[in-house]
C-alpha cells in the first residue's frame, strides 16, 4: 500500500528505535544474535526507501534523478554493501503477495539474462540478494487501505455524476521541486 512520505518517515523512525541494538551491533562488524533479540527471537531490519522509478502513485510523488547514472550507481552499491553487513538470510520486498513474476526476474538478473530497472525492489533488493547468494527475494505487498479493509470490503459503487461536463483544462505549468526533492538531488542515495 502505498502511503504518503511523512507518514511512512514516522512508522520507520519507530521501528529503526526498536532494531537498533541488533542494528548498531552489526554495524560494527558483530552479528545480531538472538542475545541481542532475546531468546528464540531474530533481528530485523526494516528499510525505508524513496520510489527510484516513482510509479505516480503515492499521496506525495518524488521528482528523483536517474538511479541509472553512474552517480547514483556507485552510491546504490555503497548502499548494498553496508546492508550485507547485517547479513539477512531473507530480503522481503515491495511486491504482490505470492506474486512468481519479480521472484522470476530475481532468477533472471541472477543468471544474467536480466537488466535491473529503475525500480528500488531490484536496484536495492534484488542487489543485496545476489551479493549474499541468496536462492531469491520474497513479495510481501499485500493489497490493503489504510483503513484495514481490502479491496473486495469497499463500497466501491460510484457516486452519480452531477458535475457538468467543460472543455479540458490547459496542462497545469511544471511545478516547482518541494524542499524535499531539492535536498534528494543534491545528496546521496543513503
Do not use: W
Amino acid at each position: 500500500m502505498h502511503r504518503s512520505a511523512r507518514v511512512t518517515a514516522m512508522a520507520l523512525a519507530i521501528v529503526a528505535l526498536r532494531v537498533a541494538p541488533a542494528v548498531a551491533q552489526a554495524q560494527a562488524g558483530g552479528s545480531p544474535t538472538s542475545a541481542a533479540c532475546g531468546d528464540g527471537r531474530s533481528p530485523i531490519m526494516i528499510l525505508g526507501m524513496y520510489h527510484m522509478a516513482n510509479p505516480g502513485l503515492d499521496a506525495v510523488n518524488v521528482d528523483a534523478d536517474d538511479v541509472l547514472l553512474p552517480r547514483r550507481q556507485a552510491e546504490i552499491q555503497h548502499v548494498v554493501n553496508h546492508l550485507a553487513s547485517f547479513r539477512p538470510t531473507i530480503i522481503a520486498v515491495e511486491a504482490p503477495y505470492r506474486s512468481t513474476a519479480v521472484p522470476d526476474q530475481y532468477r533472471r538478473y541472477v543468471a544474467g539474462t536480466y537488466a535491473l530497472s529503475r525500480n528500488e525492489t531490484e536496484q536495492i533488493g534484488f542487489r543485496l540478494a545476489k551479493q549474499l547468494g541468496l536462492p531469491g527475494v520474497t513479495p510481501i505487498d499485500f493489497p490493503m487501505f489504510m483503513s484495514g479493509l481490502v479491496y473486495s470490503e469497499l463500497d466501491l459503487t460510484p457516486a452519480p455524476d452531477t458535475a457538468k461536463k467543460s472543455a479540458p483544462a490547459a496542462p497545469a505549468p511544471p511545478r516547482e521541486l518541494s524542499a524535499g526533492e531539492k535536498l534528494l538531488r543534491a545528496s546521496t542515495v543513503s
